[in-house]
């Protein structure tokens, strides 16, 4: 059973250009959670998504982010116009469907943006 | 709004030997989970070890065990005979019972010395 599977792991982008962070989450699992890690500092939440629903973005910025999960195919988290303040490690983690009490967040191992 | 903190930037360790990392939140919830996460230099986020709020017991996993103080919401790390694959990046974490989003501390980097 694969981890949940990010991609790219690095990612370069110019100021002014779009960002496509990919996030397939673990077999069975249909609850994705993107997180951003600034350098020394925790994750911090972003957004929240099931199968075609964004449940919880409380932690998305209002402007140039936005997060998908189609019903096939992996979770998307796209970041127009970037700037060199979005460089960061973006993290996806993934976990069971919701009636399972511990539902633990399996993490991917992350996109590093650079942002020139 | 609940929030985590982490007092320790870094900690240090001689191999074989137990180290104690200090884990403090702030929620008015009796309901919640707390956790441990380990991110080794390859940025992976492993989870070493939860607990659940409801359960006076402290979780144990190996050679890493919890001192859960809900009274004075403290949640440390105990690791004991130390290893040099042990040193990592360590966060605490907080979640309510029903709700999405977990909250992080900032980390504490422990070194294990040889």
């Known amino acids: 059973n694969a981890g949940v599977m990010q991609n790219p792991r690095h990612l370069v982008r110019r100021r002014g250009q779009e960002a496509r962070l990919r996030c397939s989450p673990m077999k069975g699992h249909s609850h994705v959670y993107w997180y951003r890690q600034l350098p020394e500092e925790g994750l911090k939440f972003m957004v929240y998504l099931q199968k075609e629903n964004i449940i919880d973005e409380s932690g998305m910025p209002k402007e140039r982010f936005s997060a998908e999960f189609p019903k096939e195919g992996p979770s998307i988290l796209r970041i127009q116009q970037v700037v060199r303040g979005d460089s960061a490690a973006y993290f996806c983690?993934?976990?069971?469907?919701?009636?399972?009490?511990?539902?633990?967040?399996?993490f991917g191992a992350g996109t590093r943006l650079s942002v020139l | 709004a609940q929030t985590v903190t982490q007092s320790q930037p870094e900690m240090s360790v001689q191999e074989a030997e137990t180290v104690t990392l200090s884990c403090t939140y702030d929620?008015?919830?009796?309901?919640?989970?707390l956790f441990w996460y380990k991110q080794p230099p390859s940025r992976q986020m492993i989870l070493v070890i939860r607990q659940e709020a409801y359960k006076q017991q402290n979780a144990t996993e190996n050679r890493f065990s919890v001192n859960f103080q809900k009274a004075a919401k403290s949640f440390s790390l105990k690791i004991s005979d130390s290893q040099l694959g042990d040193a990592a990046m360590y966060f605490c974490?907080?979640?309510?019972?029903?709700?999405?989003?977990?909250?992080f501390g900032a980390g504490t980097r422990l070194t294990v010395k040889p």
């Open positions: 983690a993934s976990s069971p469907p919701q009636h399972n009490p511990e539902n633990i967040q399996y």
């Open positions: 974490a907080y979640r309510l019972y029903n709700n999405n989003d977990m909250r």
């Open positions: 929620t008015s919830e009796s309901d919640y989970y």
